[in-house]
């Protein structure tokens, strides 16, 4: 359904260091494509498994924000993996935000493990693992 998912951020040298580490616990490894815009704006692009997820510096010259209400979602392998991926943003100059890492029952697609963390810029972020 998706072609790529596209964040802003206000430093993206330090939006760099962060999704290397966080990405790569999902996989991701090298470095993302450098490109700049005919705008002159840098940006990321991130691809693995057949998807691409981007950062860059708004075209628009405004500052960056964060979706309120968005929530950027990052599927994970098992449990143990979801932990990481917080553990790693977290250590990474991420934030935690709603509950701790683990499993959540009660919702309409079944059991599922959860983690939400806000990148450097305040995009939100969840990593998630149905079991089979």
């Not at 498994?49 to 098992?78: H, K, Y």
Request: contains cysteine; proline residues 8%; aromatic residues 8%.
């Amino acid at each position: 359904m998706f072609s790529h998912v596209m964040v802003g951020t206000r430093d993206l040298e330090k939006a760099k260091a962060f999704y290397n580490k966080v990405l790569g616990t999902l996989g991701f490894e090298g470095e993302p494509i450098h490109n700049v815009g005919p705008s002159g704006h840098s940006r990321l692009f991130y691809r693995h498994n057949g998807g691409t997820f981007c950062v860059t510096e708004p075209i628009n010259g405004e500052p960056a924000s964060a979706a309120n209400g968005g929530t950027i979602g990052f599927q994970c392998d098992s449990p143990e993996q979801v932990k990481q991926f917080h553990d790693v943003a977290v250590a990474s100059g991420g934030a935690t935000c709603e509950n701790p890492p683990g499993l959540r029952e009660g919702s309409s697609l079944g059991p599922i493990h959860l983690a939400y963390v806000r990148d450097p810029d305040g995009n939100k972020l969840c990593a998630l693992h149905r079991p089979k």
